[in-house]
């Protein structure tokens, strides 16, 4: 069993090697798309994407579109809710050759419902070729709470990467979280999206000892918005070697609620991100994601409008993807992840 000590030596050595190699970051999150539905409502169409070095896989989709219930997107829209797929070949995914070309063996679907009108499904890819052996993928797990079975919410199905992350595994899917409890339990109690820095704090991640094990050192966790009465949280679980994104921000409406302020965040190169410290949000990806409910993707990050942008260029971003968080049939806040 490897110490905490050791763990953090590990860690500090792999940071001072991918310097030395001056080698990209390895993110959980390889590609991002979003889904826009046709005015008349019949098919899902391209709306923008952020692939990274698939650029053949991100040529593939452009030229696409799915009707309700066919390919993720469609059966995300049809379903009316969160799907983790971990097997392309074979199933109704329709681009697994591309997938397998881009190294990819995860994809999450989340539709964006305000109300009973879904506004687009974004779909996450994580997977892909690591370039150094002993690293780890982090994980990504969808929790359920059907209120007619269980007052507690239990995995629907996850994604677990590296070869240390069986017993975690093993333990994720033996756990009930009660309302409030565990990173997943305390997004659904809030209704909105939280981030713990170190899962190893006491008290806020029930997995902790095992998650260490695995590697897993930080985590996300929002709810998604559905039209049923089942309660849905997605949650993101990053290692040292492989971070979710490049950065993390939470914006929600400051006190006059004319304009958005940070809540919280996290910056691979800068470190943890103060509340409000990032000034007023009131355009940009993160403005329209909450003003539309629409999931909004900009490939130039650093062209974003005011503290954004200029915060982005400053860390060296190249992109992001604003992810709206809806409560109560509105968006209450947005989540923004960058890379």
């Avoid at 971990?86 to 419902?113: H, M």
Wanted: proline letters at 5%; aromatic letters at 8%; glycine letters at 12%.
């Amino acid at each position: 069993m490897l110490t905490a000590r050791t763990r953090l030596a590990r860690n500090l050595l792999y940071r001072l090697n991918l310097a030395a190699l001056d080698l990209p970051m390895n993110t959980l999150i390889k590609a991002a798309e979003v889904w826009l539905p046709t005015p008349d409502r019949s098919l899902l169409e391209f709306g923008g994407g952020l692939f990274g070095a698939a650029t053949g896989f991100g040529a593939s989709s452009r030229a696409m579109c799915f009707g309700r219930g066919e390919g993720l997107p469609g059966r995300a829209w049809f379903d009316g809710r969160p799907i983790v797929l971990k097997q392309f070949e074979g199933s109704y995914f329709r681009r697994a050759d591309a997938a397998r070309e881009a190294g990819f063996t995860c994809a999450i679907a989340l539709p964006v419902f305000l109300g009973d009108t879904m506004t687009a499904v974004v779909v996450l890819f994580c997977g892909g070729t690591n370039a150094h052996d002993n690293a780890h993928d982090g994980a990504v797990e969808l929790w359920r709470n059907n209120a007619r079975v269980t007052s507690d919410m239990t995995l629907v199905d996850g994604y677990f990467g590296g070869s240390t992350a069986d017993e975690f595994e093993s333990l994720t899917r033996d756990t009930y979280l009660p309302r409030g409890s565990g990173l997943p339990g305390m997004a659904w109690q809030k209704g909105a999206a939280v981030l713990i820095d170190d899962l190893g704090q006491a008290g806020k991640f029930l997995r902790a000892d095992s998650a260490a094990e695995a590697g897993i050192n930080r985590g996300l966790a929002f709810p998604c918005s559905t039209p049923g009465t089942d309660a849905y949280v997605l949650a993101l679980l990053s290692t040292t070697q492989t971070p979710i994104a490049k950065r993390i921000e939470c914006w929600a409406p400051d006190d006059s609620r004319q304009g958005l302020q940070r809540v919280f965040g996290f910056c691979e190169s800068a470190g943890p991100l103060r509340a409000s410290e990032g000034g007023t949000v009131l355009a940009g990806a993160i403005g329209k994601a909450f003003a539309s409910g629409v999931p909004v993707i900009n490939d130039a990050a650093s062209s974003e409008p005011g503290c954004v942008g200029s915060s982005a260029k400053a860390a060296g971003l190249q992109s992001l993807i604003a992810l709206p968080v809806v409560a109560d049939g509105a968006v209450s806040e947005v989540v923004a992840l960058y890379f």
